[in-house]
């Protein structure tokens, strides 16, 4: 007879590489092909944060009104970035949203409630506008002698190498030696332990990146340090996306944001510290990188 347990984690184990081998191909093709698959991503995201939220019914329902709206604003947004739009036009994508949003609550009064509006927006930026910061470093270029550099090629990477494989190293360092609890009523298996050991996993997994990188000529020797700071970097904010992502689960008291990835949950499920790493690896890619 099998072990529930074994199995279970084997089904985990091959759908997070099978999640793992899609995201390389989406980010590897760069131009229509990453645009299209984060925007679909996004899509399904900002749908399940509707559902956790209670903005909208559970599964097996018709969409509402705000997930119809929103969903089309996330097209537009990712083409926008695609068409490498300037940041004031995509900051006004972000702020008319409200005023799309409060366009339906006025004129369909008392259908809906005030808080669903407001959830709407935050699903809305937390879920579809900080992933696209994925795509957003992935087309960042500079300008080096007389041709173009694909910073962003090299380092939109990091974005999951420090979320994921912070994830990986964390786990072991907590299974192995963990034994303070860092948020007890939120997380209880997570360890002060495991936390440091997932940033100087990602530390050194950064490292290893940037040694590569730096070996086959990717990248010149003094960009070498970078890497590993991207890392460290990354791996503190996604721990940081996972516990929010957490305590928004405890708060509306589900377990997970969705069933689309066995053994994992939904897209929020899988790629909530990816929400959290990927405006920051954009952010440090065009303040260290993008000279």
Not at 142 to 150: D, F, H
Request: overall charge positive.
């Amino acid at each position: 007879m099998s072990d529930p347990k074994r199995s279970n984690m084997l089904i985990r184990v091959i759908s997070g590489v099978a999640v793992a081998v899609i995201m390389l191909g989406i980010v590897w093709f760069g131009g229509i092909v990453t645009t299209i698959g984060l925007a679909l991503i996004s899509c399904v995201a900002y749908s399940e944060m509707l559902s956790a939220t209670g903005v909208r019914m559970k599964e097996g329902h018709k969409p509402c009104i705000f997930e119809v709206v929103g969903t089309v604003v996330i097209i537009l947004y990712y083409l926008m970035i695609f068409l490498q739009a300037e940041t004031t036009y995509l900051m006004l994508v972000v702020v008319l949203y409200v005023v799309v949003l409060m366009l339906i609550f006025v004129f369909t009064f008392p259908a809906y409630r005030a808080s669903q509006v407001m959830r709407s927006y935050f699903s809305f930026v937390y879920a579809p506008v900080m992933l696209s910061f994925v795509l957003m470093t992935r087309q960042m270029s500079v300008s080096q002698g007389e041709g173009i550099y694909n910073v962003g090629f090299f380092s939109v990477w990091m974005t999951f190498i420090s979320a994921w494989g912070s994830d990986t190293f964390a786990y072991f360092t907590g299974v192995l030696i963990g034994k303070h609890k860092i948020t007890p009523r939120l997380s209880p298996k997570k360890s002060v332990e495991g936390c440091i050991g997932g940033v100087i996993g990602a530390g050194l997994l950064g490292f290893v990146y940037g040694m590569v990188l730096k070996a086959v000529g990717r990248i010149p020797e003094s960009n070498l340090w970078a890497y590993p700071l991207l890392g460290v970097c990354g791996s503190v904010v996604g721990q940081i996306g996972d516990l929010a992502a957490s305590a928004i689960k405890r708060d509306f008291g589900i377990k997970d944001y969705g069933r689309c990835i066995p053994g994992h949950g939904g897209i929020m499920d899988r790629f909530d510290s990816v929400i959290f790493t990927s405006p920051l690896i954009y952010l440090l890619t065009l303040m260290v990188l993008g000279r």
